[in-house]
């Protein structure tokens, strides 16, 4: 019996050995779960088991229930998740370089965005590798615009109300203190409860967000300014993704930047459609004229050196410059 057992030992740790172990990666995003969002995501993560004969198994955790972005990125340190789609603030708890791509007013036009990113992409990736992540696809959440209480079109305007503030970024926060707002940290799943007790009357992210959380039912009024892209990433850490065999991973890869395309073509198609969506059932556009964002101009440049070095690092921030003027240039294009 004993030589029998031990025999049977023998032959599971052998056939242990030849049978690759699945990898799974448990990966969280802020995105609701009646998202066409997850719906890309979830359909990425069954194309990687198809792709990988059931070698790679993917757990979404939509809806922030594994926490804010910054929370995500701290769990994947720990090894308790692999995987996030992280929106700039969690991408900039990896390399604060991402938020060039976030700069308030920098910024026209997606093509603006994409042909600098392009440029900076082997840099920030290279970056995020040297600290432990594995950036597989780009994609954005669409252009911020500023939805409040009460409507806001100047700077004054904003002042005037309590503005959320992504918690865990304190740089960030001094930035609007010093320019006068009256801006408030808090995790981004507790910005519904926020507006509903009062302790927040404004904040800043795209149409599709808004529509999706409802968020316009206490946030009535959206200002006609497009501040800035909010960048997104599907990002695994090193170590899960060096554990995938390695003859698995360019279908794996392609899978995610498929998903990225169809996130970022979702996002164009839909920034209008939402606005409109949310107008006829209450929501009130802000007209921003041309003196108006002036002034909020006068305001960014008054910050300039915290923007410069503190939101974003200064090599960074003049290299998104340096592209975005390219590409201005050869698009003969003018602000």
Do not use: C
């Not at 990687?48 to 790679?56: D, E, L, P």
């Not at 950036?135 to 009460?150: C, H, Q, Y």
């Not at 203190?177 to 801006?183: D, P, V």
């Not at 003049?318 to 590409?327: F, K, L, S, T, V």
């Amino acid at each position: 019996m004993n030589f029998r057992r031990a025999a049977g030992l023998v032959l599971a740790s052998l056939l242990s050995l030849a049978l690759p172990a699945q990898v799974t990666v448990k990966m969280a995003t802020l995105v609701p779960e009646n998202s066409s969002w997850f719906r890309i995501l979830k359909e990425m993560g069954d194309s990687w088991a198809r792709t990988s004969g059931g070698k790679v198994k993917v757990i979404l955790y939509p809806g922030g229930r594994q926490g804010d972005d910054p929370d995500v990125v701290r769990k994947m340190r720990l090894g308790s998740l692999q995987g996030a789609v992280l929106a700039s603030p969690g991408l900039a708890e990896i390399d604060r370089s991402v938020y060039a791509l976030s700069l308030p007013l920098a910024f026209d036009s997606y093509e603006e965005v994409y042909a600098t990113l392009d440029k900076m992409r082997p840099g920030l990736e290279s970056a995020m590798e040297g600290k432990g992540f594995e950036p597989l696809a780009w994609a954005d959440a669409g252009w911020v615009r500023i939805f409040s209480r009460k409507p806001v079109a100047a700077p004054d305007d904003l002042r005037r109300q309590k503005l959320f503030q992504w918690a865990g970024d304190p740089r960030t926060l001094e930035i609007w203190k010093a320019a006068g707002f009256n801006a408030i940290p808090a995790p981004a799943p507790e910005l519904a409860t926020g507006l509903q007790t009062g302790l927040l009357d404004a904040f800043l992210t795209s149409p599709q967000v808004v529509l999706i959380t409802r968020y316009y039912e206490q946030a009535p009024h959206m200002a006609d300014m497009k501040w800035a892209i909010i960048l997104a990433g599907i990002v695994v850490t090193r170590d899960t993704w060096n554990r995938i065999p390695a003859e698995l991973r360019p279908e794996l890869l392609k899978a995610a930047q498929d998903a990225a395309a169809k996130l970022r073509a979702d996002m164009r198609a839909s920034d209008d459609r939402d606005v409109q969506a949310m107008q006829r059932t209450g929501l009130k556009v802000v007209p921003v004229d041309a003196r108006t964002r002036e002034a909020w101009r006068k305001t960014l440049e008054a910050a300039g050196s915290r923007i410069r070095g503190d939101f974003v690092p200064a090599p960074a921030y003049d290299e998104a410059i340096r592209w975005r003027d390219a590409y201005r240039r050869q698009a003969g294009g003018k602000r």
